[in-house]
C-alpha cells in the first residue's frame, strides 16, 4: 500500500471515530435517563402523569 494511502486511511479512521465517540456516549447517556430506566428493564408501577406533555 503507498504510504500517502496508508497516512490517509489512518486520518480518515481516526475523525470518523472521534465524530461518533460523542454521539455514542450522548446516546446511551441521555436515553436511559429520558426514560427513567435502560431500555428492558421493568418499570415500576409508581409512574405519576405530571410529565405529560400538553
Not at 486511511?9 to 465517540?21: D, T
Amino acid at each position: 500500500m503507498h504510504p500517502v494511502l496508508a497516512l490517509f486511511i489512518r486520518q480518515y479512521l481516526y475523525v470518523v471515530c472521534a465524530a461518533l465517540v460523542p454521539v455514542i456516549l450522548t446516546t446511551f447517556l441521555s436515553i436511559p435517563m429520558s426514560l427513567g430506566a435502560h431500555p428492558g428493564e421493568v418499570r415500576s408501577a409508581s409512574v405519576t402523569a405530571d410529565r405529560h406533555m400538553t
